[in-house]
């Protein structure tokens, strides 16, 4: 059961009034949804408009789904919400201690237990932005009397350190798993990113140094964090398959025997799709499935070009890429837009992303031959999400 919010409007159709409830005008659906347990069944149950959802409204519409789902053939085993404070009132209602119960009998169906719980999901991304939120966790590791202090912090300090490598550790660890902004707040595979396998392994690795001992606190709190979802998060009663994922990014790039052309730095996708770019000597720019020898495309540049020196791909925008070669002469491999350095040669480059509320900031780091150092503000056009970005650039890659 869940609810979704709404504009608050009402709409005439087909001879009824929609949007209008005995409050005034709704501005939430409470819908009820079945899954089947052993098979792919599922479907719509109920959808009820409400002003505001109240414990009461829950128990009345989860008591007439329970017995109209029972009295037509359906075997109800669990009941699944996330965890608002409605929703744990509608729990703790159903307790006759007036707490949350681990099953209720069907009251339809008396030798029928109905397992009352929070979705998993819900609670593993609200383990992470607490973690976020409060930036500092203090918990007993189960079966042991060990406290782990988790601190968001060395999150990070550990984006920070490996920030601009072009083969990271942590390479999951991104800009937006470190400053979400309100809306990516909902999505899951932000805690996924932060709680994978290789984000602890890096934290352990540098952890083994001195000044960042602590860091290895903060992998104990994420590793356990991650083996509970794993361990709760499977359709199989009887097995589970634990997914054995190396601590390093097992990305081989092998030359084809006709292609000559060394690859001089490469980018690797960062929104968690299996994609890279290789920067060649030749001046051009190649894009890399990870499992893949063979480029799916090459962006060719003129027949003396200079090698690529340094090359990023933007955690913002995935169609940017920032390239710097030995003379960024404009036009060698169709450029958006060339930037000259007045200092002199520019011999490395390097991107630094930050928000600032809900905004996007990138600056961009320049070293020159003569050891003078810029920093430039890369303009919005380049650094703010356009709509559907990710799809398009996905489907292109799918027809090339």
């Given at each position: 059961?869940?609810?979704?919010?709404?504009?608050?409007?009402?709409?005439?159709?087909?001879?009824?009034?929609?949007?209008?409830?005995?409050?005034g005008?709704?501005?939430?659906?409470?819908?009820?949804?079945?899954?089947?347990?052993?098979?792919?069944?599922?479907?719509?149950?109920?959808?009820?408009?409400?002003?505001?959802?109240?414990?009461?409204?829950?128990?009345?519409?989860?008591?007439?789904?329970?017995?109209?789902?029972?009295?037509?053939?359906f075997?109800?085993?669990?009941?699944?919400?996330?965890?608002?404070?409605?929703?744990?009132?509608?729990?703790?209602s159903?307790?006759?201690?007036?707490?949350?119960?681990?099953?209720?009998?069907?009251?339809?169906?008396?030798?029928?237990?109905?397992?009352?719980?929070?979705?998993?999901?819900?609670?593993?991304?609200?383990?992470?932005f607490?973690?976020?939120?409060?930036?500092?966790?203090?918990?007993?590791?189960?079966?042991?009397?060990?406290?782990?202090?988790?601190?968001?912090?060395?999150?990070?300090?550990?984006?920070?350190?490996?920030?601009?490598?072009?083969?990271?550790?942590?390479?999951?660890?991104?800009?937006?798993v470190?400053?979400?902004?309100?809306?990516?707040?909902?999505?899951?595979?932000?805690?996924?990113?932060?709680?994978?396998?290789?984000?602890?392994?890096?934290?352990?690795?540098?952890?083994q140094?001195?000044?960042h001992?602590?860091?290895r606190?903060?992998?104990?709190?994420?590793?356990?964090?991650?083996?509970?979802?794993?361990?709760?998060?499977?359709?199989?009663?009887?097995?589970?398959?634990?997914?054995?994922v190396?601590?390093?990014?097992?990305?081989?790039?092998?030359?084809?025997?006709?292609?000559?052309?060394?690859?001089?730095?490469?980018?690797?996708?960062?929104?968690?799709?299996?994609?890279?770019?290789?920067?060649?000597?030749?001046?051009?720019?190649?894009?890399?499935?990870?499992?893949?020898?063979?480029?799916?495309?090459?962006?060719?540049?003129?027949?003396?070009?200079?090698?690529?020196?340094?090359?990023?791909?933007?955690?913002?925008?995935?169609?940017v890429?920032?390239?710097?070669?030995?003379?960024?002469?404009?036009?060698?491999?169709?450029?958006?837009e060339?930037?000259?350095?007045?200092?002199?040669?520019?011999?490395a480059?390097?991107?630094?992303?930050?928000?600032?509320?809900?905004?996007?900031?990138?600056?961009?780091?320049?070293?020159?031959?003569?050891?003078?150092?810029?920093?430039h503000?890369?303009?919005?056009?380049?650094?703010?999400?356009?709509?559907?970005?990710?799809?398009?650039f996905?489907?292109?890659?799918?027809?090339?």
């Amino acid at each position: 059961m869940d609810e979704v919010y709404t504009a608050r409007a009402v709409e005439l159709a087909g001879g009824r009034l929609y949007g209008e409830g005995k409050d005034g005008v709704t501005s939430t659906i409470f819908c009820t949804f079945i899954s089947s347990v052993a098979g792919s069944y599922e479907d719509i149950i109920s959808m009820s408009p409400v002003t505001s959802i109240t414990t009461s409204d829950i128990r009345n519409i989860f008591f007439t789904v329970l017995k109209t789902l029972t009295e037509i053939g359906f075997t109800v085993v669990s009941c699944t919400t996330d965890g608002h404070r409605t929703n744990q009132g509608f729990h703790n209602s159903l307790g006759e201690d007036g707490r949350h119960p681990e099953f209720i009998i069907n009251p339809y169906s008396p030798d029928a237990r109905v397992y009352t719980m929070f979705d998993t999901v819900h609670l593993y991304k609200n383990f992470f932005f607490n973690l976020l939120n409060k930036k500092t966790l203090i918990c007993q590791l189960p079966t042991t009397e060990t406290v782990v202090k988790a601190e968001y912090n060395h999150l990070q300090q550990l984006y920070r350190m490996e920030m601009g490598q072009d083969i990271k550790m942590a390479y999951r660890l991104t800009d937006r798993v470190i400053h979400p902004t309100t809306v990516e707040r909902v999505n899951v595979q932000l805690a996924v990113a932060a709680t994978h396998e290789t984000t602890v392994a890096a934290l352990r690795f540098y952890g083994q140094k001195e000044e960042h001992c602590n860091f290895r606190q903060t992998a104990d709190f994420l590793e356990m964090l991650k083996k509970w979802f794993s361990i709760v998060n499977t359709c199989r009663c009887r097995r589970a398959v634990w997914r054995c994922v190396p601590l390093y990014p097992s990305v081989r790039l092998s030359v084809p025997a006709d292609v000559s052309v060394p690859a001089r730095c490469l980018a690797l996708c960062p929104f968690e799709q299996p994609f890279l770019l290789a920067g060649g000597a030749d001046g051009s720019l190649r894009l890399h499935t990870t499992t893949g020898e063979r480029p799916l495309i090459t962006w060719n540049a003129a027949a003396d070009a200079a090698p690529v020196l340094a090359l990023h791909w933007s955690q913002h925008r995935p169609c940017v890429f920032f390239v710097l070669d030995a003379d960024s002469s404009a036009g060698d491999i169709f450029p958006a837009e060339t930037d000259q350095v007045q200092s002199g040669p520019v011999t490395a480059m390097d991107l630094s992303y930050s928000a600032d509320g809900d905004s996007r900031v990138t600056h961009l780091a320049v070293s020159t031959a003569d050891g003078a150092l810029e920093v430039h503000t890369v303009a919005e056009t380049y650094t703010h999400s356009q709509a559907g970005e990710l799809d398009q650039f996905l489907h292109y890659v799918r027809i090339i």
